[in-house]
Nanobody, 123 residues
Framework: QVQLVESGGGLVQPGESLRVSCAAS????????MGWYRQAPGKGRELVAQITNGGSTNYADSVKGRATISRDNAKNTVYLQMDSLRPEDTAVYYC?????????????????WGQGTQVTVSS
């Protein structure tokens, strides 16, 4: 019913910038918060940044000042701009969104995840 598709990951050098995008599609009635999580090898998944439908943002301490999350509600898309990337930012980045879906007969609200996009920071 709903898909989140990430794009924009890749290999960058330390100090460079990268922007990842995530587009939601399907039987979407509304989207509450959207966010980005990441999981490095051997570690748990952690929140990177989150944005509400009103535009309020929240960042992990490790990326404050280097990351900017934004969204385009008309396109059901969320973006994460990462600057001054460090090797420790290397991880699979996952998009997350709380979405209200209309099935045609009822509404359902759930948390949806993208498939992940690899970001590697290395010289």
């Amino acid at each position: 019913q709903v898909q989140l598709v990430e794009s924009g990951g890749g290999l960058v050098q330390p100090g460079e910038s990268l922007r990842v995008s995530c587009a939601a599609s399907g039987s979407i009635n509304s989207i509450d918060h959207m966010g980005w999580y990441r999981q490095a090898p051997g570690k748990g998944r952690e929140l990177v940044a989150q944005i509400t439908n009103g535009g309020s943002t929240n960042y992990a301490d490790s990326v404050k000042g280097r990351a900017t999350i934004s969204r385009d509600n008309a396109k059901n898309t969320v973006y994460l701009q990462m600057d001054s990337l460090r090797p420790e930012d290397t991880a699979v980045y996952y998009c997350n969104a709380r979405i209200q879906v209309y099935s045609g007969t009822f509404y359902y609200t759930g948390d949806y995840w993208g498939q992940g996009t690899q970001v590697t920071v290395s010289s």
